[in-house]
């Protein structure tokens, strides 16, 4: 028997309302803040990843998806949204539009990590970007609607984590103080983080280890080797968090783990789990699209993982709603009665209302199960005197009673 791959799991019938249920608040807060969709292909050039989420990250070294096509290319599974989100701003001149521009996406993403709940090796991000525009307004935008769209899905007990990580003026003179402050405790890191002293020590501070934890806690603060501009834009992006009542915590330990962000950091988090399950992140990229070869742009983003939405979505029971399906089954016992059903099923839809249709030559009594199965409001019953009299019998599947009426009345009695 083949299964579905490590990691990967099939979303049957049963798990698409939840998912029908976020997309659409993502289009609803999508709309109401002037994001605009684009769906960028599922693998792009490996060197766009490898360039812009940075060759010592977790992502690059460990968790690609990335092969050889038959034309020799090297290709990668997308592992994140922005970076062929930025691909295609710059492809198709979009810097040309007044800036910022605004999209966002719903995107399947492709990470070679080890499953555990939450943590899948396909799974799926709604991410936006607002790309073109400095103004410290805008990243209190970008936080807002990641607050509001969680709102919208009445999820709470939730927390924002913020931070500034600088720029590449200011953050060189950080990264100095950090190595020095780790030197005294080369021995005590776990072998990760002996790693990322020497090649990438900004992910020293989100190392999940409880001794590398503690040790991070005390560590020298990006937020106190902030340039001139870099400390003027927080202090200006905090002020308007405050103006927007969002419930913000400074976190020093909050880096992120792509190498394209520059100042604004960000996280969304369950209180209780926090940084272990966190359900979205994002913050700014100053510098990734000339990176990409653009014209300097600094930019904004954040994305959130659908499933644990759902996750969160079911441990807090917020219901969602059922999908719209079938209210009515029609069964037939005969030949002429299967033809006239055939006929009036597709009548019945012509006319917009949904139908299903027995299958096969079952008894009255298996179709009547089946019709109660479905969980049908009515069933429409054909036999041979109905087809006679051109008419059918409508049996109320609650209270079992039954009505004969002329089959030419019924599409706009279901209706
Ligand atoms: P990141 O790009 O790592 O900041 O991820 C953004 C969001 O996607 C995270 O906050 C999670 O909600 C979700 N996410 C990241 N990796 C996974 C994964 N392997 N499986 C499921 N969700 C994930």
Redesign the pocket.
């Known amino acids: 028997m083949y299964r579905a791959p490590r990691g990967t799991s099939d979303i049957l019938p049963k798990e698409q309302a939840h998912r029908r249920y976020i997309e659409q608040k993502v289009a609803n807060i999508c709309q109401l803040y002037g994001y605009e969709r684009i769906d960028a292909p599922a693998f792009e050039d490996t060197q766009l990843f490898t360039r812009s989420v940075g060759e010592d990250t977790d992502i690059v070294e460990k968790q690609m998806y990335t092969f050889q096509d038959r034309s020799g290319s090297q290709i990668t599974l997308r592992p994140?949204g922005t970076a062929p989100v930025c691909r295609a701003y710059l492809e198709h001149g979009l810097h040309n539009l007044p800036q910022p521009v605004k999209l966002y996406y719903i995107a399947s993403?492709f990470?070679y990590?080890r499953p555990q709940a939450?943590?899948?090796?396909q799974?799926y991000?709604f991410g936006y970007e607002a790309i073109g525009d400095a103004d410290p307004a805008l990243d209190a935008e970008v936080i807002d609607m990641a607050w509001q769209f969680f709102e919208s899905l009445n999820l709470h007990h939730l927390s924002l984590q913020l931070n500034s990580i600088g720029c590449k003026i200011c953050r060189p003179g950080y990264l100095t103080a950090l190595k020095d402050y780790y030197a005294n405790y080369t021995h005590d890191l776990c072998s990760d983080c002996k790693t990322r002293l020497k090649r990438n020590p900004l992910r020293l501070l989100d190392c999940k280890k409880p001794l590398c934890q503690q040790i991070a806690n005390s560590a020298p603060k990006s937020i106190d080797y902030l340039c001139q501009q870099c400390d003027t834009h927080f202090n200006q992006l905090k002020r308007y968090l405050e103006l927007l009542e969002l419930p913000f915590t400074v976190n020093h330990c909050l880096v992120?783990?792509?190498d394209y962000y520059t100042r604004t950091v960000f996280?969304i988090q369950p209180e209780a789990e926090g940084a272990q399950s966190?359900?979205?992140?994002g913050g700014r990229y100053d510098d990734l699209i000339e990176e990409l070869g653009g014209k300097p742009t600094p930019a904004i983003g954040f994305?959130?993982?659908i499933?644990?939405i759902i996750l969160n979505l079911k441990k807090q029971n917020i219901p969602v709603p059922a999908l719209p399906k079938p209210q009515v089954f029609i069964a037939y016992v005969g030949n002429e009665a299967k033809d006239t059903a055939i006929k009036l099923t597709s009548t019945l839809r012509k006319n917009g209302i949904g139908i299903i249709e027995a299958a096969g030559s079952k008894s009255l009594k298996a179709q009547l199960r089946q019709a109660n199965t479905l969980g049908v409001h009515h069933t429409v019953i054909i036999g041979d005197e109905e087809v006679k009299a051109s008419t059918v019998i409508l049996r109320d599947m609650t209270t079992a009673q039954q009505q004969t009426i002329p089959a030419a009345q019924l599409p706009g009695l279901l209706k």
Do not use: N, P, S
């Open positions: 994140e993403i990470r990590e939450g943590r899948y090796r799974h991000q992120r783990g792509l996280e966190t359900l979205g992140g994305a959130a993982g499933e644990r």
